[in-house]
T-cell receptor, first 111, second 112 residues
Framework: EDQVTQSPEALRLQEGESSSLNCSYT??????LFWYRQDPGKGPEFLFT???AGEEKEKERLKATLTKKESFLHITAPKPEDSATYLC????????????FGTGTRLKVLA | EAQVTQNPRYLITVTGKKLTVTCSQN?????MSWYRQDPGLGLRQIYY???????DKGDVPEGYKVSRKEKRNFPLILESPSPNQTSLYFC???????????FGQGTRLTVV
């Protein structure tokens, strides 16, 4: 069964304290892996798409990496405005175009 | 401005009273989708549509219907809502089935 697991569930960091969020997935072939950011009361906002193992993408303080079994979202020197829930989603390589989301990591960055 | 618009934002209804949540996008996207978000369960896909008149089930389609008669609109229909459909609903669209999705603001539905 296709599955996505995110860890940790919640993370508190001091401003400037770098860390990583994990997204482990089990799918029979991967079409793509997506990272989104969600602020309270709002819809998810797209961050990155990764399509193949070894791929990396960066945007400001965020860097996403992908292996055959997991993806990491690295946050370098976070700021309070990075506080949000970070969601990972995978799209299996089966004939359909379904998405499977993890339950997210709630990040709180303290000033 | 490129956007996905859902209406209503908030809705309280009674069990069994049919309702429709509308979703419209102005980006000429092929792919549209509906999700529900529940605490501890995350976002779960209800239905998706690859193009006009093409729809398919996600992971939790029971109790929901959709239609895609026009490219820009993808309404979610609850024919006979029940309390277990109380949730936060999101509509999303993307240019293709495997590209970044743009999400609406969400619809908070309460069924009593």
């Amino acid at each position: 069964e296709d599955q996505v697991t995110q860890s940790p569930e919640a993370l508190r960091l001091q401003e400037g304290e770098s860390s990583s969020l994990n997204c482990s997935y089990t799918v029979s072939g991967l079409r793509g892996l997506f990272w989104y950011r969600q602020d309270p009361g709002k819809g998810p906002e797209f961050l990155f798409t990764l399509y193949s193992a070894g791929e990396e993408k960066e945007k400001e303080r965020l860097k996403a990496t992908l292996t055959k079994k997991e993806s990491f979202l690295h946050i370098t020197a976070p700021k309070p405005e990075d506080s949000a829930t970070y969601l990972c989603a995978v799209q299996p390589l089966s004939g359909t175009y379904k998405y499977i989301f993890g339950t997210g990591t709630r990040l709180k960055v303290l000033a | 401005e490129a956007q996905v618009t859902q209406n209503p934002r908030y809705l309280i209804t009674v069990t069994g009273k049919k309702l429709t949540v509308t979703c419209s996008q102005n980006m000429n996207h092929e792919y549209m989708s509906w999700y529900r978000q529940d605490p501890g369960l995350g976002l779960r896909q209800i239905y998706y549509s690859m193009n006009v008149e093409v729809t398919d089930k996600g992971d939790v389609p029971e109790g929901y219907k959709v239609s895609r008669k026009e490219k820009r609109n993808f309404p979610l229909i609850l024919e006979s809502p029940s309390p277990n459909q109380t949730s936060l609903y999101f509509c999303a669209s993307s240019s293709r089935g495997d590209t970044e999705a743009f999400f609406g603001q969400g619809t908070r539905l309460t069924v009593v």
